[in-house]
C-alpha cells in the first residue's frame, strides 16, 4: 500500500517541478532574457514551430532547429522584432509513455512589434507538447513542438518567420 501512496507523491513532485520549470522557460521569454533559452534544451535538443494541428498531424513544421547554436540562432531571429511577449499556460499535464516523460498545456501568447515590426501585434491560442529528460538532476527539454491554433492580430510580428513561410508557399505553388 505505501508503494502506491509513494508513486502517488512522486508524481504528483514531478508534475509540480515540471510546472515550475515551463512557468520559468516562458517567464525568461517574457523578461527578454533568450540567451538562456539553449539551457533550457538538451545540448541536441529540438524545437518545432507548427502553424496548424494539420501541420502538427503529418510532422510539418515551418520552423524547426536542433541544438544549442541551431536553438539560439532561431530565437534570435525569430524574436528580433518583438518587444513585449506574456505568455500564459493552462491545462498542464504529464504523461508518462513507453518510459518518456510527456508534457502537454495549452497556451496563451501575445506578441508585440517592434522596429521594421513596430504596431504589429500578434495574440495566438496554441499548445505544446515536450519531451522532457533529467541530466545532471535539472529537467531539460529534449523535443517541443509548438502548434498554433487560432492566431488573433498578424503575424507580421515575426517578420524571419513569414519569410519562411513565403517560401514554402512559392515552392507548393511552383510544384503544382
Not at 545532471?136 to 503575424?155: E, M, Q
Amino acid at each position: 500500500m505505501s508503494t502506491d501512496k509513494d508513486a502517488r507523491i512522486d508524481l504528483l513532485l514531478r508534475h509540480n517541478e515540471l510546472n515550475s520549470f515551463f512557468c520559468r522557460y516562458f517567464d525568461m521569454n517574457d523578461d527578454r532574457r533568450l540567451h538562456e533559452m539553449p539551457d533550457f534544451y538538451t545540448s541536441d535538443g529540438q524545437f518545432n514551430l507548427y502553424l496548424s494541428r494539420d501541420d502538427f498531424a503529418v510532422g510539418k513544421p515551418t520552423v524547426s532547429s536542433r541544438g544549442s547554436a541551431e536553438l539560439q540562432a532561431m530565437v534570435n531571429s525569430s524574436l528580433a522584432h518583438l518587444d513585449q511577449t506574456h505568455h500564459t499556460m493552462g491545462n498542464f499535464r504529464v504523461e508518462t509513455k513507453d518510459g518518456n516523460i510527456i508534457v502537454r498545456a495549452n497556451l496563451r501568447a501575445y506578441h508585440r512589434g517592434c522596429g521594421v515590426a513596430q504596431g504589429k501585434d500578434e495574440e495566438s491560442l496554441s499548445a505544446f507538447t515536450a519531451h522532457v529528460v533529467q541530466e545532471a538532476g535539472s529537467w531539460k527539454i529534449a523535443r517541443f513542438d509548438y502548434v498554433l491554433y487560432i492566431i488573433l492580430g498578424t503575424f507580421d510580428a515575426f517578420p524571419a518567420v513569414n519569410e519562411l513561410k513565403d517560401v514554402e508557399a512559392a515552392s507548393v505553388s511552383v510544384g503544382h
